[in-house]
């Protein structure tokens, strides 16, 4: 993992532990790199709004996901759901094929899309941002123009 990968899943983690919530889920994951110069970058090529994002991520962290009631003294663990799990998973696995030695945020990025499911995913999709998108903008391809409608 990059370093920077490291970090922003740190951060994630943090975030989840500071609203005492249970799992690490993909909208933390995303939440986190959406803070790197990286992915900011190619998300805003593809045509997507980062306040707009972020905003709706946090919306749906607070309303949906678990939270647990905080004991005096104990530390508050935080797991990442199998979404995570699996993005991470992609991630590296994308990483060998390519002949990468590091996973870094926009591996993570691209694989996050494989979870049609989840929440981070639709903003995105609505948004007009799928993965064919993403990687078309990372091989050097322009997206498509959007329609003013």
Do not use: W
Request: glycine share 6%.
């Amino acid at each position: 993992m990059s370093p920077e990968l490291e970090s922003c899943l740190g951060q994630a983690f943090q975030r989840a532990r500071n609203a005492h919530h249970e799992l690490l889920t993909i909208e933390y994951l995303l939440l986190a790199i959406l803070e790197t110069p990286a992915v900011r970058e190619v998300l805003t090529g593809c045509g997507a709004d980062l306040d707009q994002l972020g905003a709706e991520l946090q919306r749906h962290l607070a309303a949906n996901n678990l939270r647990r009631v905080p004991v005096p003294g104990e530390v508050h663990r935080v797991q990442p759901d199998l979404g995570v799990q699996r993005v991470l998973q992609r991630a590296a696995f994308h990483l060998q094929s390519g002949g990468k030695d590091q996973v870094g945020v926009l591996e993570v990025l691209v694989a996050i899309f494989s979870e049609k499911h989840s929440h981070a995913v639709l903003q995105l999709a609505r948004m007009q941002v799928t993965r064919i998108v993403v990687v078309n903008y990372l091989s050097g391809l322009k997206p498509p123009s959007r329609d003013p409608r």
